[in-house]
């Protein structure tokens, strides 16, 4: 191929021998240092069981190197063979002079391993029967122990012998049960029957030969492929089956994993879930949180939209925090675990506790009890899921009061709490609650867990708020002047009118705010903050702009090539992360976005998209920093100049365009690097960043 940076240099034949593919062994030495090689020639005997693949080798020691204790060897040895001439030793002198080495079964299938050599320019490969690891054994310290056993044994049966004598003793006999097929097959993988079958097998002695010897050369021959080897049936396949043959797919496990324990989330699991099992599992694991919590417990890089989106749907809203729906903890047609109550009471009164939790901070736990009529196992579960007791003041809710959650997001605070009127209107049907237990407005003292009311502001009124704001600013020594905040009571609803097409991008929460006729929801008390600071009519203001061109230059050149979503998507993520007050929270539209970019030092990209494309708008805006100060910025901009024209290129193409750009030949690392920083290759074809899956 034209465009391949790896052209191949020599090609040699590969041929398979198979006149050792039965008895070719691998042996490992795990436990010895790579520096240190056996001496083949102190082997003394090995022995072999061909049906486990056992080996057994004894390694005589040099017992007069300085290194060797002469004292715990002769120790040894008195301890294995006791007395010289009593029995066969294990030693053959007076000290420990040899050492065992047994053989392990290697996890990893031999089938992947070869011996190739090569001869004449050919390649010749023989498979690897088996693989085996060699470790010392001290099996023969055992022997001493028995001996000693023994020795008791006799003499307490010479003692005794004398004064006993055989009583008759009653037998009782038991006859086998018929073993079934599945009750062979567990018994077969047993541990204990494999280690007795592995007894069974009797020990093979080996002759041992040299490697210069010539009987090792002979063996040595089999190693090159004869004509009889020769098979090419296989080779008729199509090239694909074939290099499927070459690399099989690793076949799944499908062994049962053990089951974590009940308490316990494994986070290495929880990210081979979807967003929606992952959300649904904290959450009943965790009982409640807040949303900065769950974010940080997910996957890395996931849409904080998507994220609000699903946990609406297995969480409801408490003070800011998520806290877990009842039927997702005692789903329908369960009971409750310690008292037997069905799972449709236990809820009831799980969500009145809720209910009570998003009123005040603090609750008493006769109160409810009187009102839930829950045993007392049930109640108390309750409150420890979701409070903790102080003293003299009741239970309080188990997590702070998220203000900044509720000030980010006000439609979801707003949705949140029709739902909860909802729900407590049928409770109250249900509990059969009197009027005097909802809370009423102003006699109750009001808590840091109390969410704000909401209101509705059209993208008109936060233009005449802006205005009014900005008079009030330069008017601030007239004292009849007065400010944007107080031109509002706490409880309007104004219709709106068709929207500027320069009101600012929706990016102060993860969900649309506009509601289904234009309306935009804000809480009382926040409409100056949340309102944009600077003119819709007119320009942005100096400071917003210049934060907004250093947000970009900073995304730009940490990430090179982006599209438009993925920049709002990043300016959400900062917003999140920035302090209320903060000058990007006035409002930033879509025009300032792009013209920010520019600013930047970025170049739109006009990339022809296929006909047959699924992205959006914001997505087919791409963005690309072509110089940023390097030796690589000509190749750069000579690059993504050649994406206003295709929307993928291939290598040899890219190649002969940056050459006539610059005039000679470049240097194919110092593309290869650009294309790395703006690109990704696909099938042979090179693609910016953000506009293919990679």
């Known amino acids: 191929m034209a465009e391949d940076d790896d052209p191949v240099v020599d090609e040699v034949d590969v041929f398979l021998a198979k006149g050792l593919a039965e008895n070719l062994y691998l042996f490992q030495y795990p436990l010895r240092p790579a520096g240190i090689i056996h001496d083949p020639s102190k082997v003394q005997a090995a022995r072999v069981k061909p049906r ?186 199509p090239p694909k089956e074939y290099l499927s043959m070459l690399l099989p797919e690793a076949a799944e496990d499908n062994s049962e994993k053990p089951a974590m324990p009940s308490n316990v989330l494994s986070l290495s699991q929880l990210k081979s879930l979807s967003l929606g099992d992952q959300v649904k599992a904290l959450m009943t694991n965790a009982k409640m949180m807040s949303f900065s919590q769950l974010l940080a417990l997910l996957t890395s890089g996931v849409d904080p939209t998507a994220v609000l989106r699903t946990v ?95 000030d980010r997001y006000p439609d979801v605070v707003q949705r949140q709490q029709m739902l909860w009127d909802a729900k407590y209107a049928q409770l109250s049907k249900l509990l059969k609650l009197a009027k005097g237990d909802t809370p009423k407005k102003g006699k109750e003292p009001s808590q840091t867990g109390q969410e704000k009311e909401m209101v509705v502001v059209s993208g008109q009124e936060r233009v005449k708020m802006a205005r009014q704001r900005a008079r009030s600013r330069s008017q601030q020594s007239d004292p009849s002047s007065t400010s944007a905040q107080n ?46 600071t600077t003119d819709n009519s007119r320009k942005p203001s100096d400071e917003l702009r210049t934060e907004v061109v250093k947000f970009c230059s900073e995304k730009l050149k940490s990430n090179m090539v982006l599209n438009m979503s993925e920049m709002k998507r990043l300016l959400l993520l900062r917003l999140s992360q920035c302090p209320p007050g903060d000058v990007l929270g006035t409002g930033v539209s879509d025009k300032l976005l792009e013209q920010s970019m520019l600013e930047a030092g970025a170049m739109q990209i006009q990339l022809p998209w296929p006909p047959n494309s699924e992205t959006t708008p914001d997505q087919q805006k791409v963005f690309a920093l072509a110089h940023v100060g390097d030796k690589y910025d000509k190749i750069r901009q000579t690059v993504l100049e050649m994406f206003n024209e295709s929307f993928k290129l291939r290598r040899n193409v890219i190649n002969s365009k940056v050459q006539e750009a610059v005039g000679h030949e470049p240097n194919k690392h110092d593309i290869e690097k650009v294309l790395r920083e703006v690109c990704v290759v696909k099938a042979t074809y090179w693609y910016l960043k953000g506009t293919v899956t990679s």
């Open 52 to 237: 486990h693949q056992k080996v057994e080798l004894e390694v005589g020691i040099d017992t007069h190197s300085p290194q060797y204790a002469w004292s715990k060897g002769e120790q040894i040895a008195l301890n294995v063979d006791g007395n010289k001439g009593q029995e066969a030793s294990h030693f053959t002198s007076d000290v420990m002079d040899k050492q065992v080495l047994t053989s392990t079964t290697v996890p990893t299938p031999a089938s992947c391993y070869a011996v190739g050599v090569v001869r004449d320019g050919e390649l010749h490969l023989t498979p690897v029967h088996g693989a085996v690891q060699m470790k010392a054994s001290y099996s023969y310290l055992d022997k001493a122990d028995v001996r000693m056993k023994e020795a008791a044994t006799a003499d307490a049966g010479e003692s005794s012998q004398d004064e006993e004598e055989d009583n008759p003793r009653a037998v009782t006999v038991r006859f086998a049960r018929p073993e079934t097929d599945e009750t062979k097959a567990r018994r077969m993988a047993s541990y204990q029957y494999i280690e007795q079958q592995l007894a069974e097998e009797p020990w093979i002695s080996c002759t041992l030969h040299g490697a210069k010897g010539p009987y090792a050369e002979q063996e040595r021959q089999l190693l090159y492929s004869r004509a009889t080897d020769f098979d090419a049936s296989h080779l008729t396949r």
């Open 312 to 406: 609406q749907q297995v969480a409801m809203l408490v003070q800011g925090n998520w806290v877990v729906k009842s039927d997702i903890l005692y789903p329908k047609d369960s009971c409750s675990p310690h008292s037997g109550t069905p799972a449709e009471l236990v809820c009831r009164g799980r969500d009145y506790v809720m209910w009570r939790f998003t009123q005040f901070r603090f609750i008493v736990r006769k109160e409810v009890t009187s009102v839930i009529k829950l045993p007392h196992e049930d109640v108390k579960e309750i409150f420890e899921q979701l409070a903790v007791v102080r003293v003299n003041k009741g239970w309080e809710f188990l997590l702070p009061h998220d203000q900044d959650f509720i």
């Open 487 to 532: 031109s509002f009571p706490d409880t309007i609803n104004v219709k709106t009118e068709p929207v500027d097409q320069a009101e600012p991008m929706d990016i102060s929460s993860g969900v649309d705010n506009h509601m289904g006729n234009g309306e935009v929801l804000l809480p009382v008390g926040a409409n100056a903050r949340a309102a944009n």
